[in-house]
């Protein structure tokens, strides 16, 4: 059976993705999946620009990277303990695979090394900040004339003239536009997220009006469906998970989370201007006029560590830090695109950013306390207190828990249970009265007892997600810890304090040097750049949209080109720094910056206006002569082929098969189990056991901000087609709704009509075969699976 099964699907598909082996082995391989890697996580350290690399290596030469061929798998792997790279933390599988794949096809790498970067260059400082001012990116956006061309016959849009041009220079042109078919199906997949069904492609092939592309676009962007499209593509950006990477008992899961989510859709599909989209998630709670809160949720489900609290002052605060440096690296590289994180322990050793800057956030978010807010209006006063006395509860009820087990370790902790527990009671009963005069408004869980019901696991079951009336979100509070008692580290909270830090010397919290002020980054300010109220978070959001509009604009236009494209403008989309690449196209990228500033900071104008284009309407088939020229297609002379994201090619075989749950919002579900017929953006994202099938398609690492999507190809992919008991749910209610017409069966899941030499292959199937297995393959096929 599956030898016939996959003599079926070749047959079918006719062009299947090359071998493995030819893929690997292409230059194509290295660029997009090799090189990429290397920048984010090793020139740092292991660059030619570096006068004393690590190790000596230079991996950023071709004669530099032969050297490790040998041992890079070893180091990846982390079997080794003396040979873990990065140091940061362990690369996700999927990419360790793609370096397993390229080694064993031969490691070919198209670079040409010169004969400069053998020899040791000058030593390399960090950039200052009077020469950081001038770098290419920090400059001012402005809209720029259209070159002229020597052809403008392609033209459509401003966009295409910058394309054209630079396809000129090369003796190349844009491809063939697209056929109607192909158009249709490609702004369904990009603006919704699914394929449209058989009606819908006939109805707009048979729409003759100068217009229907265009009206096409607007019906789409009108759909509820788009801010479930595009507000998945920001959660990549803001790391949406639902837990913490482990799961001790100091780091629970997010409840709530879901309404984060849920809220950043809502956002998308009201075209919340950019600017205004951001400030709501750092500084909702101390912006005016602001009654909803659940855009803190960026803030308020981030990722931390497990804090034993019988371990020493010491390395508590140094979990701390940790939690405070995850947030600064999410803000930069999420929003600026700057590796701020990397000037923890000393000057940035590339870009214009000195450790007292990074300091001076980590003080913004060491006056953040993440905190469940509930989703109504209440008494500021009341709810600060509530929320200090929600986070006291929670750490005591652990400390108790922690010292009357059985494995603890703190000698003589009677005493101190006996008082943990006196401050519980007081707790509760200062809490009762006032819960009590809200009665419509509270559950009846919190006055059956405060401590358990926010203790998560509690002691009472609560369901998780939870559809309790609350929210992961933070507040302004201080943290800082309290080591008198040499066996109990104590984390404390001080409810309206700022908190200024010190520079830590090596990044070691033993070490602390001069305290600085809360402040933005220097080399994009402009004068004063230290925060003057409460966290600074509303300090720092204004600042992004004033002092550094114009990286913040080149940023998220450049995330929205690759989201269309499938390759960005800036190939390093979250580090425009001096180790990240510069743009292919620098005017076209800085004219959509200007313009989109223009235009409101409108996500849905970017989008018609980089959909109406000729370079976006353009057919995706290959063609010698360009290739010849541009084999990664930087130059943009084709629609990039690529397969679809998990998502899209799950929720597009929900909707065919008739079976999609178009329910929108709400708490997350299992994805895992068979019966899960929502769509995939209301699946649960765990940061601990991520979902089998988002993991086998690259869903991005939800502890981290994501540059992009990673794609591969593998043999656990097509052995989830052929054997997951959700494909064969999927195949067999196909099967049914087509009622025995192989013709039905290829409208529904293909949105066409088979051509007669299918339906030949198909009654010749079906003498041996059955519906639902032929359904399934069509459900296998690269037409299916990639983008139109």
């Given at each position: 059976?599956?030898?016939?099964?996959?003599?079926?699907?070749?047959?079918?598909?006719?062009?299947?993705?090359?071998?493995?082996?030819?893929?690997?082995?292409?230059?194509?391989?290295?660029?997009?999946?090799?090189?990429?890697?290397?920048?984010?996580?090793?020139?740092?350290?292991?660059?030619?620009?570096?006068?004393?690399?690590?190790?000596?290596?230079?991996?950023?030469?071709?004669?530099?990277?032969?050297?490790?061929?040998?041992?890079?798998?070893?180091?990846?792997?982390?079997?080794?303990?003396?040979?873990?790279?990065?140091?940061?933390?362990?690369?996700?599988?999927?990419?360790?695979?793609?370096?397993?794949?390229?080694?064993?096809?031969?490691?070919?790498?198209?670079?040409?090394?010169?004969?400069?970067?053998?020899?040791?260059?000058?030593?390399?400082?960090?950039?200052?900040?009077?020469?950081?001012?001038?770098?290419?990116?920090?400059?001012?956006?402005?809209?720029?004339?259209?070159?002229?061309?020597?052809?403008?016959?392609?033209?459509?849009?401003?966009?295409?003239?910058?394309?054209?041009?630079?396809?000129?220079?090369?003796?190349?042109?844009?491809?063939?536009?697209?056929?109607?078919?192909?158009?249709?199906?490609?702004?369904?997949?990009?603006?919704?997220?699914?394929?449209?069904?058989?009606?819908?492609?006939?109805?707009?092939?048979?729409?003759?009006?100068?217009?229907?592309?265009?009206?096409?676009?607007?019906?789409?962007?009108?759909?509820?469906?788009?801010?479930?499209?595009?507000?998945?593509?920001?959660?990549?950006?803001?790391?949406?998970?639902?837990?913490?990477?482990?799961?001790?008992?100091?780091?629970?899961?997010?409840?709530?989370?879901?309404?984060?989510?849920?809220?950043?859709?809502?956002?998308?599909?009201?075209?919340?201007?950019?600017?205004?989209?951001?400030?709501?998630?750092?500084?909702?709670?101390?912006?005016?006029?602001?009654?909803?809160?659940?855009?803190?949720?960026?803030?308020?489900?981030?990722?931390?560590?497990?804090?034993?609290?019988?371990?020493?002052?010491?390395?508590?605060?140094?979990?701390?830090?940790?939690?405070?440096?995850?947030?600064?690296?999410?803000?930069?590289?999420?929003?600026?695109?700057?590796?701020?994180?990397?000037?923890?322990?000393?000057?940035?050793?590339?870009?214009?950013?000195?450790?007292?800057?990074?300091?001076?956030?980590?003080?913004?978010?060491?006056?953040?306390?993440?905190?469940?807010?509930?989703?109504?209006?209440?008494?500021?006063?009341?709810?600060?207190?509530?929320?200090?006395?929600?986070?006291?509860?929670?750490?005591?009820?652990?400390?108790?828990?922690?010292?009357?087990?059985?494995?603890?370790?703190?000698?003589?902790?009677?005493?101190?249970?006996?008082?943990?527990?006196?401050?519980?009671?007081?707790?509760?009963?200062?809490?009762?009265?006032?819960?009590?005069?809200?009665?419509?408004?509270?559950?009846?869980?919190?006055?059956?007892?405060?401590?358990?019901?926010?203790?998560?696991?509690?002691?009472?079951?609560?369901?998780?997600?939870?559809?309790?009336?609350?929210?992961?979100?933070?507040?302004?509070?201080?943290?800082?810890?309290?080591?008198?008692?040499?066996?109990?580290?104590?984390?404390?909270?001080?409810?309206?304090?700022?908190?200024?830090?010190?520079?830590?010397?090596?990044?070691?919290?033993?070490?602390?040097?001069?305290?600085?002020p809360r402040h933005f980054l220097t080399v994009l300010s402009n004068g004063d750049s230290t925060f003057g109220k409460g966290s600074g978070r509303l300090d720092f959001a204004n600042r992004l949209f004033t002092d550094s509009s114009a990286l913040v604009a080149r940023v998220i236009v450049n995330r929205i080109w690759e989201w269309h494209f499938g390759r960005p403008l800036v190939a390093t989309p979250s580090?425009?720094?001096?180790?990240?690449?510069?743009?292919?196209?620098?005017?076209?990228?800085?004219?959509?910056?200007?313009?989109?500033?223009?235009?409101?900071?409108?996500?849905?104008?970017?989008?018609?206006?980089?959909?109406?284009?000729?370079?976006?309407?353009?057919?995706?088939?290959?063609?010698?002569?360009?290739?010849?020229?541009?084999?990664?297609?930087?130059?943009?002379?084709?629609?990039?082929?690529?397969?679809?994201?998990?998502?899209?090619?799950?929720?597009?075989?929900?909707?065919?098969?008739?079976?999609?749950?178009?329910?929108?919002?709400?708490?997350?579900?299992?994805?895992?189990?068979?019966?899960?017929?929502?769509?995939?953006?209301?699946?649960?994202?765990?940061?601990?056991?991520?979902?089998?099938?988002?993991?086998?398609?690259?869903?991005?690492?939800?502890?981290?901000?994501?540059?992009?999507?990673?794609?591969?190809?593998?043999?656990?992919?097509?052995?989830?087609?052929?054997?997951?008991?959700?494909?064969?749910?999927?195949?067999?209610?196909?099967?049914?709704?087509?009622?025995?017409?192989?013709?039905?069966?290829?409208?529904?899941?293909?949105?066409?009509?088979?051509?007669?030499?299918?339906?030949?292959?198909?009654?010749?199937?079906?003498?041996?075969?059955?519906?639902?297995?032929?359904?399934?393959?069509?459900?296998?096929?690269?037409?299916?699976?990639?983008?139109?």
């Open positions: 059976m599956f030898r016939r099964w996959l003599t079926l699907v070749l047959t079918l598909v006719g062009t299947l993705c090359l071998p493995l082996s030819a893929q690997t082995a292409s230059p194509d391989f290295f660029e997009n999946k090799i090189r990429p890697v290397l920048a984010a996580n090793c020139y740092r350290c292991h660059s030619s620009q570096i006068a004393s690399p690590m190790a000596g290596l230079r991996l950023d030469t071709k004669a530099g990277l032969q050297r490790v061929t040998s041992r890079l798998l070893t180091a990846l792997r982390y079997t080794d303990p003396n040979l873990q790279m990065p140091p940061t933390g362990k690369l996700p599988d999927n990419i360790i695979a793609d370096f397993e794949q390229w080694i064993a096809a031969g490691a070919v790498d198209p670079r040409i090394d010169s004969p400069t970067t053998t020899a040791s260059p000058a030593p390399l400082k960090g950039m200052s900040i009077e020469d950081g001012r001038k770098w290419w990116a920090f400059q001012p956006v402005r809209e720029t004339i259209a070159p002229i061309l020597k052809d403008a016959s392609s033209v459509e849009t401003k966009i295409d003239s910058f394309i054209v041009a630079k396809l000129e220079e090369k003796g190349l042109k844009l491809s063939p536009r697209a056929d109607a078919r192909t158009l249709v199906q490609r702004a369904y997949v990009d603006l919704v997220g699914f394929k449209p069904t058989f009606d819908e492609v006939e109805a707009f092939v048979n729409d003759k009006s100068p217009d229907a592309y265009e009206n096409l676009l607007d019906k789409l962007m009108a759909s509820p469906h788009y801010g479930e499209r595009w507000g998945r593509h920001w959660l990549d950006v803001a790391r949406y998970g639902e837990d913490n990477p482990t799961s001790e008992a100091t780091n629970p899961g997010y409840p709530f989370a879901w309404r984060y989510r849920d809220w950043v859709i809502e956002a998308f599909n009201k075209d919340l201007p950019y600017d205004r989209f951001v400030k709501l998630q750092l500084a909702a709670d101390l912006m005016s006029g602001v009654p909803d809160k659940r855009a803190l949720g960026y803030l308020g489900t981030a990722p931390i560590y497990h804090k034993d609290r019988r371990l020493s002052q010491e390395v508590v605060n140094g979990f701390l830090a940790d939690d405070w440096d995850e947030r600064v690296d999410a803000v930069s590289r999420g929003l600026l695109g700057l590796t701020v994180a990397c000037a923890r322990c000393h000057d940035h050793k590339f870009d214009a950013i000195p450790t007292k800057d990074y300091y001076g956030l980590v003080g913004m978010f060491a006056s953040t306390m993440r905190a469940q807010r509930p989703m109504y209006d209440v008494d500021p006063e009341f709810e600060t207190r509530f929320l200090w006395v929600q986070n006291r509860l929670f750490d005591l009820r652990y400390a108790v828990d922690l010292l009357t087990n059985e494995a603890s370790t703190v000698v003589n902790s009677a005493p101190r249970v006996q008082k943990w527990r006196a401050e519980i009671e007081a707790l509760r009963r200062e809490m009762e009265p006032l819960l009590t005069s809200f009665p419509f408004r509270y559950p009846p869980e919190l006055l059956a007892g405060l401590d358990r019901y926010w203790t998560f696991p509690p002691a009472r079951p609560v369901a998780w997600p939870s559809p309790l009336p609350f929210m992961n979100a933070v507040f302004d509070a201080a943290q800082d810890t309290d080591g008198s008692d040499p066996q109990f580290t104590e984390i404390i909270y001080k409810p309206g304090v700022s908190r200024d830090f010190p520079v830590l010397l090596h990044g070691n919290v033993a070490t602390p040097g001069d305290i600085v580090d425009f720094g001096v180790q990240g690449e510069k743009p292919s196209h620098p005017e076209l990228l800085d004219d959509l910056a200007a313009r989109f500033i223009v235009h409101g900071w409108s996500f849905k104008w970017l989008n018609r206006e980089i959909m109406l284009s000729a370079v976006y309407r353009q057919s995706s088939r290959s063609r010698p002569d360009a290739e010849r020229i541009d084999q990664i297609n930087s130059l943009y002379w084709r629609m990039n082929p690529r397969r679809l994201d998990v998502e899209s090619y799950r929720d597009s075989m929900l909707r065919a098969a008739g079976t999609l749950d178009e329910q929108m919002y709400g708490p997350s579900e299992d994805l895992d189990r068979a019966a899960s017929v929502r769509r995939t953006v209301y699946g649960r994202v765990s940061r601990n056991r991520l979902s089998n099938v988002l993991k086998l398609y690259d869903f991005p690492d939800p502890a981290q901000t994501s540059p992009g999507r990673d794609q591969t190809t593998t043999s656990l992919q097509q052995l989830f087609v052929m054997n997951s008991a959700f494909i064969r749910q999927q195949a067999a209610a196909l099967a049914k709704s087509a009622s025995g017409d192989v013709s039905a069966l290829y409208r529904k899941a293909l949105s066409r009509n088979p051509s007669q030499a299918e339906l030949d292959l198909a009654a010749q199937y079906l003498t041996t075969g059955t519906l639902e297995q032929y359904a399934q393959v069509l459900l296998s096929t690269n037409e299916e699976i990639f983008w139109p």
